[in-house]
């Protein structure tokens, strides 16, 4: 099975810092795009950034100039700077991955990681 484990959650004051990583485990073959989305307290889970695996990143409008997606050549691992943060950031971010292929198997599919808790305090 693939596993989509989230680190670098917690708190932080508003104009702060901090850096999310997600790790994709298991017998992956090759992979599309890992995003990062989140979801405040009564609303819907909503997406926050993305990168793909030729490197290409993408942002939702409210982070672009504060968020930077990075990954890291050979690994299946992704990295969300965000700088600048603001309370509004505040929420579980969770790791998607898609597109996924395993290792001797032809089909796509798509996978969540449990999420990590960012709290922007002001």
């Known amino acids: 099975q693939v596993r989509l484990v989230e680190s670098g959650g917690g708190s932080v004051q508003d104009g702060g810092s901090l850096t999310l990583s997600c790790e994709a485990s298991?017998?992956?073959?090759?992979?599309?795009?890992l995003a990062w989305y989140r979801q405040a307290p009564g609303n819907e889970r909503e997406f926050v950034a993305s990168i793909t695996s030729s490197g290409i990143p993408s942002y939702t409008e409210s982070v672009k100039g504060r968020f930077t997606m990075s990954r890291e050549h050979g690994k299946n691992v992704v990295h969300l700077q965000m700088s600048n943060v603001k309370p509004e950031d505040t929420g579980v971010y969770f790791c998607r991955g898609e597109q996924i292929v395993m290792l001797g198997r032809s089909s796509l599919h798509n996978y969540w990681g449990r999420g990590t808790q960012v709290t922007v305090s002001s």
């Open positions: 298991g017998r992956i073959l090759t992979w599309n795009t």
